[in-house]
């Protein structure tokens, strides 16, 4: 948790509800089913929420792994898993994106698992667990498979071959987990699920074939849970193979999720329960009545149609406030909620400043709480309208928050 009193800071503050992100992680591992565990993702600073505060929320609620990019991240958050008392959380973490040269050391001392697929990850680990003096099998690693997104992953087939020699029983190395990852979990009906599925399988032989027997074999994400993919392929080839399956969420876990698609129509998701856990808010810093024809912001691009009151927010596109939610008199922006209603974002967001239109909201006043993110007497501000107007995903919306908006943990 960071300590930062909401008091001391210029207002501009996301709260990210401890009891919302519990209750999505539970729902999450009732829609995976009972035989997949789920894998908890704080990559990227918990997708914008604060990865050293929301991994002791998990690690409490029950997750057992937690998913980062690198190592630096995973030293964080393990960090963040030792509590004030000197209990420390027994949860996994998962390095999702390898590691470098240099990280071997580090990776080994915060006890984080790392995913590997290069030779070059298998030589760094060797080494350091030779200087190390480490019996074998002592440093468990996951090895991912390309199976049709060609990013990260070792091909199956004769690279596959290659790779899964260097798993002898006199290696330090042990060969603990196997995944992949899709590339379009969320298109219900896209033949590459298919052909991606298939060439786990086929990977999977092979492993199975050279000896090797991992304790995990993990694929997909929010959207893989929200389809029922995750819940009913992947425990039939982690049974196969006498090893656990589970699979990987990060989006749903904050609350958010894709729409699944098929064809033309568009189904909700069948994670109805989500609730997004992050709130994002700033506060009135100064009012202003301006004539018509006053100008409004950079470049003067909304002139003001009549007499407008306009309420001035600390917050601009360096806080991650896009610029593509700014308006003109053509073309409408974002909006922010005071006193329940939506007022209109005014010409140019700029760095650390916004104009919002509140001449149809008189009760404003100087220091009234303003939600950029969320929800306030039944309206709600979404990220998938940020997404939208910026031409993006709610993803980018998310890890877009900048770090000087401090996160503060509620309930
Ligand atoms: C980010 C990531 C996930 C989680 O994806 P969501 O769509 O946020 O659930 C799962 N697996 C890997 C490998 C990832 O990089």
């Avoid at 997104?149 to 290659?162: D, I, K, Y």
């Avoid at 909620?337 to 009760?363: N, Q, T, W």
């Amino acid at each position: 948790m960071r300590s930062v009193d909401v008091q001391d800071t210029r207002p501009v503050w996301a709260e990210v509800s401890a009891g919302l992100l519990r209750q999505n992680y539970r729902l999450l591992r009732r829609a995976a089913g009972l035989e997949v565990e789920v894998l908890a993702v704080v990559k990227a600073n918990a997708y914008g929420h604060g990865a050293t505060e929301c991994a002791p929320v998990l690690a409490d609620a029950g997750a057992s792994w937690l998913g980062v990019t690198s190592v630096e991240e995973g030293v964080a958050v393990r960090v963040s898993l030792r509590s004030p008392g000197g209990s420390v959380k027994p949860a996994r973490i998962l390095v999702m994106c390898g590691v470098w040269f240099g990280e071997q050391a580090a990776c080994l001392d915060a006890g984080l698992t790392p995913v590997v697929w290069e030779t070059y990850h298998l030589d760094l680990l060797e080494r350091e667990a030779q200087q190390r003096g480490l019996p074998s099998g002592s440093i468990a690693v996951h090895l991912e498979i390309d199976t049709g997104m060609a990013r990260q992953g070792v091909s199956p087939g004769t690279a596959l071959e290659n790779v899964l020699t260097r798993f002898t029983p006199d290696s330090p190395l042990l060969l603990e987990g196997v995944l992949t990852h899709f590339a379009s979990a969320e298109v219900l009906d896209d033949p590459q699920n298919r052909r991606q599925w298939t060439a786990f399988a086929s990977a999977l032989q092979q492993v199975q074939a050279a000896g090797l027997r991992p304790a995990f074999v993990h694929a997909g994400n929010t959207s893989g849970v929200d389809s029922g993919a995750a819940a009913t392929e992947l425990p039939e080839m982690a049974r196969g193979m006498g090893a656990t399956a589970m699979t990987r969420a990060g989006l749903a876990l904050y609350g958010h999720a894709l729409p699944l698609s098929r064809g033309a129509e568009e189904p909700a998701s069948h994670l109805p329960g989500l609730r997004p856990v992050l709130d994002w808010k700033t506060r009135v810093v100064s009012l202003r009545d301006v004539a018509a024809g006053a100008t409004i912001g950079y470049n003067a691009t909304f002139v003001a149609p009549r007499t407008m009151r306009l309420a001035l927010l600390p917050v601009g596109y360096a806080d991650g406030f896009r610029r593509a939610l700014s308006s003109t008199n053509a073309a409408e922006g974002s909006a922010v909620l005071l006193h329940g209603r939506r007022a209109s974002v005014v010409g140019r967001v700029s760095m650390d400043l916004s104009v919002v239109d509140v001449s149809a909201i008189p009760e404003v006043q100087m220091g009234d709480e303003a939600v950029l993110l969320g929800e306030s007497e039944g309206l709600v501000i979404s990220a998938a309208e940020h997404a939208r107007l910026a031409g993006t995903s709610v993803y980018e919306v998310l890890c877009g928050i900048s770090d000087r908006v401090p996160r503060l943990i509620v309930d």
